[in-house]
């Protein structure tokens, strides 16, 4: 199963591809989507959306995993988050890809073992569980990988569930 995470951003957008199967994850691809900063709001989105069109057509995932938007202290930011993760579902839709979401605490939790574990540790569990020779960056990228690394994880589980090879 080819799994796609997206780290949405108006300015930055990361993207993490694997691929998961029975007791193993590989790396398919990642990397970012940028949009000019100089550019008004409408014309970074339809940017966004242009971009990863072409990236779902190119990576052709089954499924695409995003974290669920996160409000901190920075309402503004958390509004353009939004906006490009509206985009993300859009592009996914059109392109008839399930999509699942995730809260940052599941995506550190499913990655560390750990739901408060620090940025550095999730990119070196990122890097071992896909056996990178190095955590994997920018920070963007390195998230999305971990947002598609935590579904191939809960995907995982619940076919062993649903399938009869889990027992209490």
Avoid: W
Avoid at 37 to 48: E, Q, V
Avoid at 50 to 65: C, K, N
């Amino acid at each position: 199963m080819r799994i796609m995470g997206i780290d949405p951003g108006t300015a930055v957008t990361g993207y993490g591809v694997i691929e998961a199967g029975p007791g193993e994850m590989k790396l398919y691809r990642y990397g970012c989507l940028h949009t000019r900063a100089g550019d008004p709001l409408h014309l970074r989105l339809a940017s966004l959306y242009e971009q990863l069109t072409v990236l779902l057509r190119e990576t052709e995932p089954s499924s695409l995993a995003v974290e669920e938007l996160f409000f901190n202290k920075n309402v503004r930011t958390a509004l353009s988050v939004g906006q490009a993760r509206g985009v993300v579902l859009l592009a996914a839709a059109h392109a008839r890809i399930s999509v699942v979401e995730y809260s940052p605490l599941q995506v550190k939790q499913a990655v560390t073992g750990y739901g408060r574990a620090p940025k550095d540790q999730v990119q070196r569990m990122v890097q071992d569980i896909l056996k990178l020779p190095e955590p994997p960056a920018p920070d963007d990228a390195a998230d999305a990988l971990a947002v598609a690394v935590c579904h191939a994880a809960y995907q995982s589980f619940r076919e062993r569930v649903e399938g009869g090879g889990f027992f209490c």
